[in-house]
């Protein structure tokens, strides 16, 4: 009687589930989804990398790698490079993003427009083609070098610690004068009125009052400038010549032609990610130590100036954005000078264009095609997980809000490294194939296109879909009729700057290409490599022409909206 009751009770306990999981409606198939894909490709990659750094070359479980990193200089000395550079850049970036953001949001300086563009552009292409274009002016054998030779000043050339710092400051520092930018448009001027009544003068008042008040949206352009220039691979990898930096280092002990250390490239990204983590965690404790709060009621008004301030403001201004472009111009200029070899001749040729057609149109195709299948399965998955965090709060997804931000603190070198030791052997077999680095670029991009799709969902009013819902529309038809096509502008805007970067992406590529699916990126950097820098310069001009044109699309799109 016992045994037929809990059979009973058994079967009703399966039926109960069983209905359940039918009444699933589509957006938990959608959370299923998307778990169980940043299980496959960020959670398990990340325990292969961190179980295959307990492992020495005999496979057997040990802590010399990390005791070797303690110990030795060679490993450990590649973490303060990285940290020196990083802070250095962060420092460096500040004190021209500041001053760059307060003039043209606070004066009514000339130019407005076409500073902001430059900045951007400056921005928005990749650090190793600023460290290339600056090889070429900088370099041992650089014009610029040539010349300030001639005239009888010392200068040996701009590879080094001191090279890198400088072309990450100049790549870089757009963040802090983006994010300042916005905070100053918005902050409450009641309060810088308040101290100005109380006889502080400007530059007290900038220190004491505005300054603190910016400060959360200032910490979080200088962690995003720290985390560039911790992560990059490509600038340093052009410039250090022997100076190592911990993404290089973890490179070469993954690829190395002595035969490499997997277990040790394992450790030393291990090592990165914990780095990266702490430091977001560090800004985001001396956030949370104070209130920051503003009414926001009396925004700041632009401030006339005099002739002579006016043109000194502008002047700063334009000198800073022109600077910044400078690589970008001397990539284009260069791309249609005539060489041979190595060495550029007299007069302007389409040779290298020519012969990137010619010898890489492959790399040129791979780049533009993964791109676009990753940018596709971005905007979907974006937009379908914006949907599920911003309207279906719960615990579950907000862990899943947790997991797609790990991207965000991996740099690129450790996710190729990591995909490589999780699908390098069945069942899954994934290395030298095109699906690899697609994946890998949905996986780092994926956090930009869901905050651009989770911002423009949090300004659309809720009851729009439930007057779709209440005339009989179901829930999933209402959000690709309805929601989907409200969301689309913004959702485009991001998608296209996702874009830009990934076909600006370095860092996970060269790890995980081989020949066949080589990018335009990979081919730069090996074009710089061989000293072909004609060929070089033509294939970084067509990233920069691709971005220029993607920035105007996104900026149209943003300022008109999208007619559907």
Request: glycine letters at 6%.
């Amino acid at each position: 009687m016992k045994a037929a009751r809990r059979r009973s009770t058994v079967q009703a306990v399966k039926r109960s589930r069983w209905f359940s999981f039918k009444q699933w409606d589509f957006w938990s198939w959608v959370t299923l989804f998307v778990y169980l894909f940043l299980l496959a490709f960020i959670v398990y990659p990340l325990f292969s990398l961190l179980f295959n750094s307990f492992f020495n070359d005999q496979g057997m479980f040990s802590l010399a790698n990390y005791a070797n990193f303690i110990k030795l200089k060679y490993y450990y000395s590649a973490l303060w490079n990285s940290l020196k550079v990083s802070v250095l850049t962060t420092v460096f970036s500040i004190l021209i993003g500041v001053p760059l953001a307060y003039i043209t949001t606070r004066y009514n300086v000339k130019f407005k427009g076409i500073i902001q563009i430059l900045v951007i552009m400056s921005l928005l292409s990749p650090p190793f083609i600023g460290a290339y274009s600056w090889i070429l002016m900088l370099g041992n054998n650089g014009f610029l070098t040539r010349f300030l030779h001639d005239i009888g000043i010392p200068f040996s050339s701009i590879y080094g610690w001191k090279g890198i710092v400088f072309v990450f400051t100049l790549q870089f520092y757009p963040h802090i004068y983006l994010y300042v930018s916005g905070a100053l448009k918005t902050i409450d001027t009641s309060l810088e009125e308040a101290a100005e009544s109380l006889g502080r003068s400007s530059f007290h008042r900038l220190r004491t009052v505005t300054i603190p008040l910016i400060f959360p949206t200032l910490s979080a352009g200088a962690l995003m400038v720290f985390m560039a220039s911790f992560a990059d691979f490509g600038t340093p990898m052009l410039l250090g010549q022997g100076f190592k930096v911990l993404p290089i280092l973890a490179y070469e002990q993954f690829i190395s032609e002595m035969g490499g250390n997997p277990a040790m490239a394992s450790t030393l990204s291990v090592i990165l990610i914990i780095c990266s983590t702490s430091i977001l965690f560090l800004q985001r404790y001396f956030v949370s130590r104070k209130n920051y709060t503003m009414t926001g009621m009396r925004t700041p008004k632009v401030e006339l100036l005099g002739p002579l301030k006016k043109w000194l403001f502008t002047g700063f201004a334009l000198l800073v954005a022109c600077v910044s472009i400078i690589p970008q111009a001397t990539v284009i200029v260069t791309s249609f000078i005539k060489t041979k070899g190595p060495v550029f001749q007299n007069g302007f040729s389409l040779d290298s264009y020519k012969e990137i057609l010619f010898r890489v149109p492959k790399a040129i195709l791979n780049t533009y095609t993964y791109s676009l299948i990753s940018i596709v399965i971005m905007v979907g998955m974006g937009m379908l997980v914006a949907y599920v965090l911003v309207r279906r709060k719960s615990k579950l997804t907000a862990m899943l809000d947790s997991l797609i931000m790990i991207p965000y603190v991996m740099p690129g070198t450790v996710l190729g490294i990591s995909m490589i030791i999780a699908f390098n052997k069945p069942p899954v077999v994934l290395t030298g194939t095109w699906v690899i680095l697609v994946i890998a670029y949905v996986v780092r991009k994926l956090p930009y296109t869901i905050r651009s799709s989770t911002a423009i969902l949090y300004q659309l009013d809720r009851s729009v879909e439930e007057a779709s819902i209440s005339l009989g529309v179901p829930p999933m038809k209402t959000f690709f009729k309805t929601t989907g096509r409200l969301m689309a502008p913004g959702v485009l805007s991001g998608a296209i700057l996702s874009w830009v970067t990934t076909i600006n992406e370095l860092s996970s590529t060269i790890v995980l290409y081989y020949g066949a699916t080589a990018t335009i990126t990979v081919t730069i950097y090996s074009e710089v490599f061989t000293a072909n820098y004609g060929t070089g310069a033509a294939l970084a001009s067509i990233l920069s022409l691709t971005t220029l044109i993607s920035l105007i699309i996104a900026n149209k799109l943003s300022k008109k909206g999208l007619q559907l």
